[in-house]
């Protein structure tokens, strides 16, 4: 069983440079998210998605953009990468009929110099 | 959008059972509690969820009083494998409003000793 699978699981950035994360789930979810996460704290939401073709900002969206193309794929993209874009970045996906209940990937370790 | 309260960190040892309990004093009716479980270098994992009085799984008990003003999360018999974060959730898993009603915050950090 895969659940939720992203890539890459760690990127080395220079300012300036641009990337794009990409998670895959194959539990036919329609919920995805993208979070990320910093030393010390919890989960920020960046961006979400609660169907394919649709994309909604969350809590922290700014200098990220993402796309639904696929129902079973979520991309955070990265235009102009920032040393303050340093973090874990995680991909989780949910069912309709259980929102709450979110699956994650193992997340992508991004460091921009 | 229900604000939770849990403690930073807890300590315990092998074999004892710990509790966690999370403040949301704003919870609403349509609102539901969710516990995750985060290990270092690894993405959350669900744990149990609940709306009202008692729920049991294999893992652990969540246990809610009539007000659902709190929750307590119940592990028995806790193992060195369960050190951990422990976050508290709360909210319909909606998006109306423009805005996403789930909130990981800072969580609790367990560490279990021998």
């Known amino acids: 069983n895969a659940g939720v699978t992203q890539t890459p699981k760690f990127r080395v950035l220079k300012t300036g440079q641009s990337m794009t994360l990409l998670c895959a789930q194959d539990?036919?979810?329609?919920?995805m998210y993208w979070y990320r996460q910093d030393p010390g704290m919890g989960l920020r939401l960046i961006h979400y998605?609660?169907?394919?073709?649709?994309?909604a900002k969350g809590e922290v969206p700014d200098g990220y953009n993402v796309s639904r193309l696929k129902k079973q794929n979520f991309l955070l993209g990265l235009e102009s990468a920032a040393p303050s874009q340093t973090s874990v970045y995680f991909c989780a996906s949910s069912s309709v009929g259980a929102k709450n209940i979110q699956y994650f990937g193992a997340g992508t370790r991004l460091s921009v110099l | 959008l229900a604000k939770t309260t849990q403690p930073i960190s807890m300590d315990s040892y092998e074999g004892q059972e710990v509790n966690i309990t999370c403040s949301h004093n704003?919870?609403?009716?349509?609102?539901?509690i969710t516990w995750y479980q985060q290990f270092p270098s690894q993405g959350p994992r669900f744990i149990i969820q609940g709306y009202k009085t008692k729920v049991t799984n294999e893992v652990a008990s969540l246990f809610i009083p009539a007000d659902r003003k709190s929750s307590t999360l119940s592990l028995p018999r806790v193992s060195l494998s369960d050190t951990a974060v422990y976050y508290c959730?709360?909210?319909?898993?909606?998006?109306?409003?423009?805005?996403?009603?789930?909130?990981f915050g800072t969580g609790t950090q367990l560490k279990v000793e021998l």
């Open positions: 959730l709360v909210g319909d898993g909606g998006f109306t409003g423009g805005g996403n009603k789930l909130t």
């Open positions: 539990m036919n979810h329609e919920y």
């Open positions: 998605s609660v169907g394919e073709g649709t994309t």
């Open positions: 704003n919870i609403a009716t349509n609102d539901y």
